[in-house]
């Protein structure tokens, strides 16, 4: 048996290996994969998507399979040799370190191409675990399933493009002020019958980290094949196609790959500022000349305008000027609350019984104002927060754990006539109310609030404070903060929403 803890076997295992050479790797084939390795991947994957962020993790390693592993080494099989390349030119030292976290005796990973294993003669097996019967004939890796090696015409199966997140749909795409016209101008590309013109062509969109255009080129693509299965739609990053240019050059099959790329009925660009290189940056440049000039559309997405890629030839950059051009803004509050929305939902149906306050919900949309992927980091902090603790969430406990995500603000002074002006707008009535004689429920608890939050936050004293509510009498303010603080303490829901209130008035 294996000790998991140390990567050791015991004698008993005939520890054999094939050796199988696709392209230079290497991989094992002793029969040591069990249970214990398979839950020992699962933490590596586990620690692989808190380290890399779930983007990076659903693009690289989602469809990364653990193979088996022995003492020193680890297979993990990937189903293309793209996908292989990249892993092992970016992240192998991080995969390293992950595993040797787990069993430290690991000296390398190695990975392979599903499909593509050739399997060879066993090598020579040491006499401390030679078979019983020298006889016998050598014993075979092949599995009960007999394994089907692909025409080599077929190992190449992923196409010219990257991976699309199917998750990144039109569906689950929130709309709003700040990206509105981005979405209607991807909307008409995505519905529009392949070789017709429309008046995007090329469309550039350009928008800071998070707000969303990465996700409107993965839902284009997505939309886009799903109208029309014939239409042949190509998601690329700049990344990606240098990566599969310089490999066409080495290969001797650069003209393959760009009567390729020139054929597309739909090219989608994404992070262009990354695109370096002088030759690169030139068949680029040809390619998007050709695709636009034969009525093939071409959508670019990168983090600035075309004007201020400076890295880029100026070629290009004219070209895409040529186009139509939007820019996605921050996302206002209203967008930030519903991407919360539509995250928490999805949250939801992921973790049964998941239970974040409405008012800490709110919270992260007044606060969290950088882009859509920090509010989904904030979410996903608070559900975690929630799983690992078993504790419910609070607006003091979802102060903490997003601290670094909100900021250090300097606080500013504030002013009487904010806070009523905050709590009208919240309890849904006029700052004349509150400042009236009206003795109605709905009025006097507003009043009673506003009245502790003007003594809480400024450094008004009760006569003044009693002046500005309409001219009332100092024991009538220090009534409201005592009944005010008396209801907090006997009502949770009431002080997190006077949290909630006081977070509002620092906005």
């Not at 000790?3 to 050796?19: E, H």
């Not at 991989?27 to 040591?32: D, E, L, R």
């Amino acid at each position: 048996m294996r000790d998991d803890r140390t990567g050791d076997f015991g004698s008993g295992t005939a520890a054999l290996k094939a050796i199988a050479d696709t392209g230079g790797i290497v991989v094992s084939g002793s029969a040591t994969t069990g249970p214990a390795d398979a839950a020992l991947w699962d933490r590596v994957k586990r620690r692989l998507r808190s380290e890399l962020g779930e983007d990076v993790f659903q693009s690289w390693f989602a469809r990364v399979e653990f193979a088996e592993a022995d003492g020193l080494s680890v297979n993990l099989s990937v189903p293309t040799r793209f996908l292989k390349s990249w892993i092992q030119a970016h992240y192998i030292e991080k995969l390293l370190g992950l595993w040797q976290a787990e069993i430290e005796s690991i000296r390398r990973i190695e990975l392979v191409v599903r499909g593509t294993i050739r399997a060879r003669p066993l090598a020579r097996v040491e006499p401390a675990i030679a078979v019983a019967e020298p006889a016998a004939p050598a014993p075979t890796l092949i599995p009960a399933a007999p394994v089907v090696i692909a025409a080599p015409q077929r190992v190449e199966s992923e196409g010219p493009g990257s991976p699309v997140d199917p998750r990144f749909s039109f569906d689950t795409f929130c709309e709003g002020a700040a990206n509105r016209v981005a979405y209607a101008a991807a909307r008409a590309i995505a519905e529009t019958p392949s070789g017709r013109p429309t008046a995007y062509n090329p469309l550039y969109l350009n928008a800071g980290v998070g707000r969303g255009k990465t996700h409107l080129l993965h839902a284009i693509a997505q939309a886009a094949r799903a109208a029309d299965p014939q239409r042949k739609v190509v998601y690329l990053t700049a990344e990606h196609f240098m990566f599969r240019f310089v490999a066409s050059l080495k290969n001797q099959s650069a003209i393959a790959f760009k009567e390729g790329l020139r054929e597309i009925d739909l090219l989608l660009i994404d992070d262009l500022q990354f695109l370096q290189g002088k030759s690169v940056q030139q068949e680029f440049c040809h390619m998007l000349n050709a695709l636009i000039d034969g009525a093939r559309q071409v959508v670019v997405a990168a983090d600035r305008p075309a004007a201020d890629l400076e890295t880029l030839d100026e070629r290009v950059r004219s070209r895409l000027r040529g186009g139509v051009a939007f820019e996605i803004d921050a996302p206002d509050l209203d967008l930030r609350r519903q991407i919360l929305k539509s995250r928490y939902r999805l949250a939801q149906n992921q973790n049964a019984g998941v239970a974040i306050p409405d008012t800490v919900i709110e919270y992260v949309a007044q606060s969290v104002v950088s882009n859509g992927r920090d509010l989904e980091g904030a979410l996903n902090r608070l559900v975690a927060q929630w799983q690992f603790t078993n504790q419910p969430v609070t607006m003091a406990s979802a102060e903490i754990t997003l601290r670094d995500l909100v900021g250090a603000r300097e606080p500013r002074r504030v002013k009487i006539e904010d806070i009523q002006k905050v709590v009208a707008v919240h309890f849904n009535v006029s700052k004349a109310d509150l400042l009236s004689s009206r003795r109605t429920r709905t009025i006097v608890r507003p009043r009673q609030i506003a009245m502790y939050l003007s003594k809480t936050l400024t450094p008004r004293s009760l006569p003044e404070i009693g002046r500005r509510f309409g001219g009332r009498d100092h024991t009538t303010v220090l009534h409201a903060v005592r009944k005010v603080e008396e209801l907090m303490r006997d009502d949770r829901s009431l002080a997190e929403e006077v949290e909630l209130l006081k977070r509002m008035i620092d906005e």
